[in-house]
């Protein structure tokens, strides 16, 4: 057998080899994915459960047209309905929109892991200080306060990782929008709290998106 040869044998069985070890990384990956599947078709996941339960108003300032100032504290509760999936919350934010307009500062919830069956419960601060809105934004607003009520959309962005034994998936975008109803008529619609603040008990549960 002359060098040629032998070289060319050698390529082949390391081309060979290597089609082996392709095919095999292959299978593995494949079968994987497959008993990731049937795990998570068996388990059947269900989204997390929010409710807005309730939102105590501190400040809600419109006397400068087409400025808004607000404060509020709201409580959030979120459980996890399921038995065998616990759910990281890698990344929450919270704002409170006004006819489809920002009228917060974003808040971040500090990140948490949820386990199976488990709530929690969050209390954060939302604020807005001379916030620009639009005109007719400002003249509902008006007439909203005078009617005794406005109509605010709580949300809530970010992403999130499901839990599985020892799996853990990648992230998710998770987005939550709980709507609240604020009477802001007499003081008797709600419970005077601190100084001057209002908090009014709500109980309204939220819509999930995943």
């Known amino acids: 057998m002359s060098y040629k040869d032998c070289g060319q044998h050698g390529y082949n069985k ?3 080899r290597f089609k082996r070890c392709c095919a095999g990384l292959l299978i593995f990956n494949f079968i994987l994915l497959v008993t ?4 998570w078709a068996i388990l059947q996941p269900s989204k997390p459960r929010f409710i807005l339960q309730d939102v105590t108003v501190f400040n809600f300032n419109n ?3 087409n400025v808004f100032s607000s404060s509020f504290q709201v409580t959030v509760s ?7 999936i616990g759910i990281y919350y890698d990344r ?3 704002y409170a929109t006004y006819r489809n307009q920002q009228i917060t500062f974003s808040t971040l919830i500090p990140p948490v892991y949820q386990g199976h069956k488990d709530v929690n419960v969050w209390s954060p601060f939302i604020y807005g200080t001379e916030v620009p809105i639009a005109p007719y934004n400002s003249l509902a607003l008006d007439q909203d306060k005078n009617a005794g009520s406005v109509f605010l959309l709580l949300k809530m962005d970010g992403r999130v990782r499901w839990k599985v034994g020892t799996f853990i998936s990648g992230r998710y975008h998770f987005y939550v929008r709980c709507p609240a109803f604020i009477p802001l008529g ?12 209002i908090k009014y008990q709500l109980l309204q549960h939220c819509k999930v998106s995943v």
């Not at 990731?36 to 795990?39: A, E, F, N, R, Y």
């Not at 979120?78 to 065998?84: E, G, L, T, V, Y």
Request: charged share 20%; aromatic share 0%; net charge positive.
């Open 14 to 16: 390391r081309r060979r």
């Open 92 to 94: 929450l934010n919270i």
């Open 36 to 39: 990731i599947l049937i795990v």
């Open 186 to 197: 007499p003081k008797n619609n709600g419970v005077v709290v601190g100084n001057n603040a």
């Open 78 to 84: 979120s459980r996890n309905p399921n038995d065998k």
């Open 63 to 65: 006397s400068v047209p």
